[in-house]
C-alpha cells in the first residue's frame, strides 16, 4: 500500500490528538500552493491559543527524498500591511507591522509519493512553554529576524517550506536534530545551509516552494 493514502488518517489523529488535550482555542484551515503558480498541494490547519499557534500541515507534491525547512513567517499587526490584513515579505521592513522569521522545523521527504504532514508550534515571545519553561523575551533558536509570536490571536501566520535537496548524508533521515544542525539560517535573510556541499560552500538563499496564509484571526 502506498503511504500516501495514509496521509489524510494521520492528519485527523494529529488535529484530534492535540484538540483532546488542548483549551480554549480558534481554529483555522487555509489551502498549501505552490508558490510558482498557487495551484493547491495540501491543507493547513493553525490553532491559536493565547499562547501560541499550532500548525498542522498536510502537503503534497514535494521532492521525494529531499531534506526541507518549514518556517514561520508572523505580522503581528497585520492592519499596518502596505494592503491591510494581506501582509507580502516587503511589508517585513515596516517596524510597525513587527514582523519575523523563525525556522519551525526540519524533515526529509521520505514519502515516494511526496507527500508528508508537518507539526510545529511556536510560543509567543516571552510566554511559558509547556513544563514551564520560560521564553523570558528570547526567541527560539533559529529565528531570522524580528521579535517572534507577539499577538497569537491577532497576528498573520505564515507556513513556508524550501527544499535543499537530497541529504548527502543518509543517517540525517528521521533526525530532526541532525538536520537542523545542517540546515540552519545565516544572516537576516531566509538562507539556508546545502547538506550537499562541502561546509565552507554551504549558504545559499533558499526558493519558497510552498506556501500556506492564515489572515489575522477576526
Known sequence: MKRRHLVLPL????LAAVQAHAENHYSQVDPVVRTADGVWVGESHLLRYSNRVHAIVQT???????????????YNR??????????ELSDLANPRVDGSQLQATAFV????????VVVATLYRTAA??????????????????GRGLRRPLHAEVEVLFASHGQPADPDVVGEEAALLQLLSPTGTQ?????????????????GVLQKVNHAAYD
Not at 109 to 116: F, M, N, P, R, S
Not at 128 to 145: C, I, P, Q, S, V
Not at 190 to 206: H, W
Open 11 to 14: 492528519l485527523a489523529a494529529a
Open 60 to 74: 503534497s507534491d514535494l521532492d521525494p527524498g529531499a531534506a526541507m525547512t518549514a518556517w514561520w513567517r508572523i
Open 78 to 87: 497585520p492592519q499596518h500591511c502596505a494592503v491591510p490584513y494581506s501582509c
Open 109 to 116: 521527504a521520505e514519502d515516494a509519493d511526496g507527500t508528508a
Open 128 to 145: 511559558k512553554a509547556e513544563g514551564g519553561e520560560r521564553f523570558a523575551d528570547t526567541l527560539t533558536e533559529g529565528y531570522l529576524n
Open 190 to 206: 531566509l538562507e539556508c545551509f546545502d547538506a550537499n556541499l562541502p561546509t565552507q560552500a554551504r549558504t545559499f538563499r533558499c
